[in-house]
T-cell receptor
Framework: NAGVTQTPKFQVLKTGQSMTLQCAQD?????MSWYRQDPGMGLRLIHY???????DQGEVPNGYNVSRSTTEDFPLRLLSAAPSQTSVYFC????????????FGEGSRLTVL | KQEVTQIPAALSVPEGENLVLNCSFT??????LQWFRQDPGKGLTSLLL?????REQTSGRLNASLDKSSGRSTLYIAASQPGDSATYLC??????????FGKGITLSVRP
């Protein structure tokens, strides 16, 4: 099994550009979430989903959009990139809830100039 | 609002030493507590998950304990090895079913 796959691993954007970070899992997990990791801040929840067709906001949702059309995929869209969105983004999935045992992707490092 | 603290931020020990990593949290009304390992440039790997009704969990050389009343958890690593070098993060699951993460402890085990 591949687990949780994130693409791209690295991306450089200019301010105002939009892009989508892809996340796919092959474990049939209902719960999926996006976190960002910044130095000195710990991981913070951006958006999450408890099943196909159901999404909700986390702690830091502004500037991001998500959708969940299938169980496997949970893309994160940056609508108009800002330097404050420079970060490492992690997608995670779980079979037992948002606070259950989480399986993480390897991360997507985004730089916004 | 739940706050999770991990002190110190970094730790260096010689190989073979038994060590304890600490995690403290401010709100004792938790659902569970989870310890993760993160290698440089990689994602997080769940090591141990302790439900709020449990006192400890063990996996190999790792043992995690939970004391809700004092707002503390410890991760005990026995007979440390250079391969244990990584960042260890503690995350607390709250009544809202979401995780609050600490900032992590970067461990270096010297050969």
């Amino acid at each position: 099994n591949a687990g949780v796959t994130q693409t791209p691993k690295f991306q450089v954007l200019k301010t105002g550009q939009s892009m989508t970070l892809q996340c796919a899992q092959d474990m049939n997990h209902e719960y999926m979430s996006w976190y960002r990791q910044d130095p000195g801040m710990g991981l913070r929840l951006i958006h999450y989903s408890v099943g196909a067709g159901i999404t909700d906001q986390g702690e830091v949702p502004n500037g991001y959009n998500v959708s969940r059309s299938t169980t496997e995929d949970f893309p994160l869209r940056l609508l108009s990139a800002a330097p404050s969105q420079t970060s490492v983004y992690f997608c995670a999935s779980s079979y037992s809830g948002l606070a259950g045992e989480l399986f993480f992707g390897e991360g997507s490092r985004l730089t916004v100039l | 609002k739940q706050e999770v603290t991990q002190i110190p931020a970094a730790l260096s020990v010689p190989e073979g030493e038994n060590l304890v990593l600490n995690c403290s949290f401010t709100d004792s009304a938790i659902y569970n507590l989870q310890w993760f390992r993160q290698d440089p440039g990689k994602g997080l790997t769940s090591l141990l998950l302790i439900q709020s009704s449990q006192r400890e969990q063990t996996s190999g050389r790792l043992n995690a304990s939970l004391d809700k009343s004092s707002g503390r958890s410890t991760l005990y690593i026995a007979a440390s090895q250079p391969g244990d070098s990584a960042t260890y993060l503690c995350a607390v699951g709250g009544a809202n079913s979401k995780l609050t993460f600490g900032k992590g402890i970067t461990l270096s085990v010297r050969p």
